[in-house]
């Protein structure tokens, strides 16, 4: 089993940024596309952008497109959320998980979640 764990949500207000990671403990990420979920309260998680093994592909969600930007560092062993210009309906749980892959931004089935990172965009 997969052990990620997500870091750097907070609260910030409209028009704000955060950087968020996924870390991996125990194995690498070489050889993983790693995608970013996220949940809100009363929804479904939904796709927010996945990457790669190699980093050089990536695909994003309508609605965070030109605002977010994924990247990661295999050496560091950690995938990074450049979230800009924020807003409130960006307020969710965000997760990081092996992906299916880039086209198809999905988590692989039987995988486990884990706690999230809470970001939260308010006045």
């Known amino acids: 089993q997969l052990h990620l764990v997500e870091s750097g949500g907070g609260l910030v207000q409209p028009g704000g940024s955060l950087r968020l990671s996924c870390a991996a403990s125990?194995?690498?990420?070489?050889?993983?596309?790693i995608g970013w979920f996220r949940q809100a309260p009363g929804k479904e998680r939904e796709g927010v952008s996945c990457?790669?093994?190699?980093?050089?592909?990536?695909n994003y969600a309508d609605s965070v497109k030109g605002r977010f930007t994924i990247s990661r560092d295999n050496a560091k062993n950690t995938v990074y959320l450049q979230m800009n210009s924020l807003k409130p309906e960006d307020t969710a749980v965000y997760y990081c998980?092996?992906?299916?892959?880039?086209?198809?931004?999905?988590?692989?089935?039987?995988?486990?979640w884990g706690q999230g990172t809470q970001v939260t965009v308010s006045s």
């Open positions: 998980a092996e992906s299916i892959g880039v086209r198809v931004c999905r988590p692989t089935t039987g995988g486990s």
């Open positions: 990457i790669s093994s190699s980093g050089e592909s990536t």
């Open positions: 125990g194995f690498t990420l070489e050889y993983y596309a």
